[in-house]
């Protein structure tokens, strides 16, 4: 059987653009996990990058307010 965290569900940040800087995540990993994995999407096939939920929700307040 397949379920979220062995197969996540990946989603295009609405932050990328065009450009070729895409990035995706899979949220619903994140929510049963508590990480967030976040990886290239030109490169789905490579490696992801595991965030700690809690960091990646404060980067993305970051990123939101203009802090970073």
């Known amino acids: 059987m397949t379920n979220e965290t062995t197969t996540p569900q990946w989603v295009k940040s609405s932050y990328s653009n065009n450009g ?5 995540w899979a949220p619903r990993t994140a929510s049963t996990t508590g990480i967030v994995p976040v990886r290239d999407s030109k490169n789905p096939g490579g490696p ?14 970051g990123i939101k307010s203009g802090e970073l």
């Open 48 to 61: 992801a990058l595991g965030v700690p939920a809690t960091a990646f929700a404060a980067f993305v307040a």
């Open 20 to 24: 070729g800087s895409c990035v995706e």
